[in-house]
């Protein structure tokens, strides 16, 4: 995926592994599966918790429902699938009984993106973020790493509320430290610069920290932000950004036009006038393809952000 | 009806090419789904090959009978019925899942001659198929739509709102084919989310319920004879199969749902379905 900088490491382990270890701690811990148990990783919950984990079968809608009641009942409610099955297809479901009555339902899906691959369009959710935040009441969280999804898993427990915790299929880059605080709504920031500020989330913050070295090079200092959390958006710490460095680029593996890069353009717009540019999937489905292939074709690259940002640096000459 | 020995032997060759062509690719491909794909293969067998009235060459042809494959991650046992009845070249079944292929992960109608509708999620199919024949009879054209669907996919609440429309439609222009392999992704159906006792749900839901052995040709034919004799509903037609069937190590193996053969498996497979390691 990366270049052989990063170490590779696979979020739907660090999420079966945090699920086992919430287990242990916690009675109330509920993990719904819908025949993909094996792919998302709640198979690891089953193995240690058979009594407190449901296969609802290819069921998804059925399952949101369930898992509603569950936390209508006291219950701590994790229901994973993949994230084309976990929005999309359960999007009223997800809506009227688990956003709108506020259930403590965490919907931590896998497969997100076009990196799925081989499977093609139909399987590659790139609006899920844009369905999800759109939801009052919800809270949408893409985990940077390994390490992330750890914290955001625990926080999502401690977190009065639904959460929609989105995981890639294939290992990612690991781009945090083990100990580096998270706390949902705040971004970090993981290069400092005071030229331009690259705003990433999920797997293209590690394009975004390359695309600063490569910025570098030509004497451009770049910020860079991981951007995790998508709702509630950390405006301040997006405001504060850029005003100090002047421009922004956005990167996201997701719909250009309806994902992160559009909300942080919406924060902005209504805040500081900066040049602005993103970068994602243009208004199109997915296909088939190798992960990486799939990447280079959508433009989900450290080139397209540093033309990107080369780009915002002429504007803000202006 | 009688069924001639040469008809059945000319299927059984079908079924067997369709087959060796279903493991070139997923193997070429490295991924792929070839539990489901070899279970289904002698049902599409006989519809491309007997049952249906299709024409390769005119894949738009007003009169055709439509197939629509509800349960998509079976496209390799579709893309090779395809092929092999003459919609494209045998040769475009390598470039399966590739970057700019026609022949996506998943059916997609716009990217490849023949292919009815565009599924892979499942569970959506039956409804497009209720669609597909309500069209027939609003213009009056004799018509069949055949869909095939999982049993796992009869989880899904959708199968049975359009099994529902469908008798309440009284469309007997609609043949459904459960390919009752008795696995699912995660395991096997009556320990993952029973759905048995199954030929009742769908008696209970008005349809006219056929059960057989989905391997054996004779069985196969009779039903979508008998199918197309009944009138005033739709047909469903549980067909008894064995996932990964023709491969031994991926016959009943929950663990070939969803992955290629390395190597020295495909080798093997090649082996057993009677072909050297060149695919002849
Ligand atoms: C709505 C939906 N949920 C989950 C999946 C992932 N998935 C692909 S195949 C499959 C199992 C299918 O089982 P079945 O319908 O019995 O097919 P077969 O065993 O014949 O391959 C699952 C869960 C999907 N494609 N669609």
Redesign the pocket.
Known sequence: MASSRWKMVSQRDAYAETLVALGAERKDVVVLS???SSSVRTSVFADHFPERHFNIG?A?QNMMGIAAGLAASGKTVFAS??AI?GTG?VYDQVRQSIAYPRMKVNIVVTHAGITVGGDGATHQMIEDIALMRGLPNMTVIVPVDAYETKKAIRAAVSYDGPTYIRLGRSEVPLVTQENDPFEIGKAATMVDGKDVTLVGTGIMVAKCIEASDELRKHGVEARVINMSTIKPLDVKTLVKAARETGGVVTAEEHSVSVGMGSAVALALGENVHVPMRRVGIEDTFGESGESEELMEKYGLTVESIVDAAHDVLRRKGR | MVYTEQLIEQLRERARTVRVRIIEMIFTAKSG?P??SL?ATDIMAALYFHVMKHKPDDPKWEDRDRFVLS?G??APALYACLAEAGYFPVEELKTFRKLGSMLQGHPDMRKTPGVEAST????QGLSMGVGMALAAKLDRKLTTTYVLL????CD?GQIWEAAMSASFFKLDNLVAIV?R?K???DGP?EQIMSIEPLIDKWKAFGWHALEIDGHDFKEILGAFENASQTKGRSTVIIAHTL?GKGVSFMEGAVAF?GKAPNKEQHAQAMKELGVGADGK
């Open positions: 819908a025949d993909l290819i998804e699938t993949f099955f297809r | 789904h539990g489901g279970s349960k991650h079976a892979g999620s499942e569970g999982g049993d796992g996919e899904c390919d392999n696995l699912q992704l159906t996932k749902h």
